[in-house]
């Protein structure tokens, strides 16, 4: 079984819920040593005095707060726990608020509750008081030598306790070059906004995270496979030359067209009703009649100027058309 990160209560008015906090993520990064690139070996770390330059064992090390420059205060574990024993123990609800007010750029992260011994029943009735209430529970604790604000929300059968950042964390958007609020300001227009929301709709499903994965990871891998079976351990690939891009244009000028891709109304493709509105039209145009252009003054003076070549005394049938002439190649 995971082991508990911290132990304590959950303070709810006169109300102590003892409980355990155990990490709910698991970082699956790729773990890469660090080699000497001369022979290929790991490259170590090690604790040492810096004033004798040896090499300083765990068990011989404490932690210390440098008030001014090379003078320390030693601060144990029990000296960090005596400066406020509440706050190491306890997770203190302050108040609760709708899951909405709280902005995802508060989160950090998260943790499970477990009830820690003749808890369970407690734990029970304050998380289905957050579930029937729709609300999140504002607290905060210390977990190893910092104070957190945190959110007591629940997920399925569990507490969740999700640190938060405060609010002077935070960095104010208006550091930063936005589009106008606006959307006429920013130019969009009510054709846009409905072609993207048909994109949104065609593109909505239920949440399912299982249908997700690190790809970039595997794809990682599936290069050291390659490596390792083309005998290329210990190959360095130097960076290619980078080509020079064209500085792209900042403005997308046809949006709608891309919009048109995204919902898969590409125009350079024909599909079967596109094709039988084009067939038809083209065969309604050959219906109609052609119109006769009337000739110039020009022209026709230039047409009595020729003499007329008589092929036939014979006028063509009605319903058929008179063969047209062959040019002859000079």
Same mark, same amino acid.
């Given at each position: ?72 205060? +030693? ?12 706050? /190491?123990?306890?997770?203190?609800? $302050? ?26 029943? +407690? ?18 604790? +210390?977990?190893? /030598?910092? $104070? ?55 593109? /909505? ?5 299982? $249908? ?11 290069? +050291? ?6 005998? &290329? ?17 900042? &403005? ?7 919009? $048109? &891709? ?63 002439? &062959?040019?002859?190649?000079?």
């Amino acid at each position: 079984m995971a082991h508990a990160i911290w132990k304590g209560a959950i303070s709810f008015g006169l109300v102590h819920i003892p409980v355990e906090l155990f990490s709910a993520v698991t970082d699956n990064a790729l773990d890469l040593t660090m080699l000497d690139k001369r022979d290929f070996s790991p490259v170590g770390f090690r604790r040492y005095n810096k004033a004798s330059g040896k090499e300083v064992k765990w068990e011989d090390i404490v932690k210390g707060y440098e008030y001014k420059p090379d003078e320390y205060v +030693v601060l144990s574990d029990e000296d960090l726990k005596q400066a406020n024993v509440k706050a /190491t123990q306890t997770i203190d609800i $302050q108040s609760f608020v709708d899951a909405s007010e709280v902005p995802l750029t508060y989160y950090e992260q998260p943790y499970f509750l477990v009830p820690d011994r003749g808890g369970d029943k +407690v734990y029970a009735l304050l998380r289905e008081t957050l579930r029937k209430a729709d609300k999140v529970a504002i607290a905060e604790v +210390v977990i190893r /030598t910092k $104070q957190h604000l945190c959110a007591l929300l629940t997920i399925d059968d569990a507490i969740v306790l999700n640190t938060l950042r405060y609010s002077d964390e935070i960095r104010d958007t208006d550091e930063l070059k936005l589009p106008a609020k606006s959307v006429k300001t920013a130019g969009i227009s009510d054709k846009e906004i409905d072609m993207a929301m048909s994109l949104v709709d065609g593109m /909505t499903e239920t949440w399912n995270p299982a $249908q997700y994965h690190d790809t970039y990871r595997e794809d990682v891998l599936a290069l +050291v496979k390659k490596k390792v079976k083309a005998r &290329q351990t210990k190959t360095i690939t130097m960076p290619e030359a980078e080509k020079e891009e064209k500085p792209r244009s900042a &403005q997308v000028y046809d949006l709608v067209g891309l919009l $048109q &891709q995204s919902l898969g109304k590409k125009p350079a493709k024909t599909t079967k009703t596109t094709a039988r509105t084009t067939a038809k039209a083209v065969a309604d145009k050959a219906s109609k009649p052609i119109p006769i252009r009337k000739k110039t003054n020009a022209a026709v003076s230039k047409s009595k100027a020729k003499p007329v070549t008589k092929t036939s005394n014979a006028a063509p049938a009605k319903g058929k058309a008179a063969a047209p002439r &062959q040019r002859r190649s000079a």
